[in-house]
């Protein structure tokens, strides 16, 4: 016998609190799970022996590849773990400000009776719920594709036409759960993930110091730079350039300028310095000149006329130079010369 289920008006939520029983085993392959979705059935699954979930997509693991294509998956897995703590459509459930609460019992019934397991090589895996309640009687729910609020039907999601279907025959749901066994034994196919996904939940409502919050926020904001970056694009402190003067002249907050302008003409072979004025722009350049000079390439700086002899003072051997020791050499042009085919720019030919 088949019942189809559009979670609309017929939720399968619902149906699911009549066949889960005392002491009946559940076994799902699902892309997300939510402390929603246990909560909507606490009372039910907390009577259960068991509770086996497979995530269809790979979570919790590290995923190392040589492609590109591999940010799609590490994308959807960062998706797949924040969805543990309330889906995109599970809002309302979010509002009620009850996650903690929610999350600490669904810890301790995780810790009691529920083993995660996750697909580690992308291999398509067929979302079910099987429900195990004796040799006799055996059931299936087929494409049901999240356990959470919306996966059951008590929240509204963006689906238009979405039909799940169960299947109450004990014959062929005990053919689901043969293939179901199959591939949860399978530890070239899955990789148990049980400890990451309850400490994932445990941090839900774990208290964190703010210091903490701060170093989290840091790294997920620069951890892909941090990874991307080699040592070809970081300035090499072998040229001598921070014993100079003009280091030594520079605030912390120019040096990291000097530094991440070099890092960035080396990456992209462009960079623009922007900053108010009265900030040391000038000297912070200079900083990144001095570090090309030590490395003997050609320097060329192009100015307003008006600002080039400010530029040339940095080059004349006088008194007035207060850098004379670091021997700046570089051109001086003028921008606004550019258009000319002939003639002098700052004293130098064209």
């Known amino acids: 016998m088949i019942t189809t289920f559009d979670n609309k008006i017929n939720l399968v939520g619902d149906d699911l609190k009549y066949s ?5 085993k559940i076994s799902i392959a699902s892309s997300i799970f939510s402390i929603y979705g246990f909560e909507c059935l606490k009372k039910e699954l907390s009577k259960i022996d068991e509770f086996r979930f ?4 790979p979570s919790f693991i590290d995923l190392k590849s040589d492609t590109k294509d591999i940010k799609y998956f590490e994308i959807n897995a ?13 809002i ?5 400000l009850k996650g903690k609460s929610i999350a600490k019992e669904c810890r301790k019934w995780c810790e009691s009776k ?12 067929q979302p079910m719920l099987l429900v195990d309640n004796d040799i006799e009687d055996q059931l299936v729910y087929v494409g049901m594709d999240e356990f959470s609020s919306a996966g059951l039907g008590y929240e509204k999601d963006n689906s238009i036409l979405r039909i799940i279907n169960k299947i109450d025959d004990a014959s062929t ?10 591939v949860w034994n399978d530890e070239t196919i899955l990789k148990d993930v049980t400890d990451e996904v309850v400490t994932y939940i445990n941090n839900l409502y774990e208290e964190n110091s703010p210091e903490f919050i701060y170093y989290l926020t840091l790294y997920n904001i620069f951890n892909e730079f941090l990874e991307d970056i080699n040592d070809d694009e970081l300035a090499n402190d072998k040229t001598g350039f921070k014993n100079s003067l003009i280091w030594n002249k520079l ?21 623009i310095l922007a900053d108010s004025v009265g900030l040391g722009k000038t000297f912070s350049a200079l900083g990144v000149i001095k570090y090309y000079q030590e490395r003997n390439k050609s320097v060329l700086v192009l100015c307003p006329k008006k600002l080039g002899e400010n530029w040339k003072t940095f080059t004349y051997n006088y008194d007035d130079n207060p850098l004379i020791k670091d021997r700046f050499n570089y051109d001086v042009l003028y921008h606004t010369d550019l258009l000319r085919e002939t003639g002098l720019s700052s004293d130098q030919l064209k």
């Open 114 to 125: 529920v083993k995660f397991k996750t697909n580690s090589n992308n291999s398509s895996i």
């Open 78 to 90: 960062t998706n797949t773990q924040k969805a543990i703590g309330g889906s995109q459509f599970e």
């Open 92 to 96: 309302n459930f979010k509002n009620e």
């Open 251 to 271: 605030y912390d907050f120019q040096k990291d300028a000097v530094v991440g302008l070099i890092n960035k003409l080396e990456r992209y072979n462009g960079c």
């Open 20 to 24: 889960i029983k005392k002491n009946s």
């Open 54 to 57: 497979i995530f269809t997509e």
């Open 173 to 182: 749901a005990k053919e689901f759960l043969t293939s179901f066994n199959t």
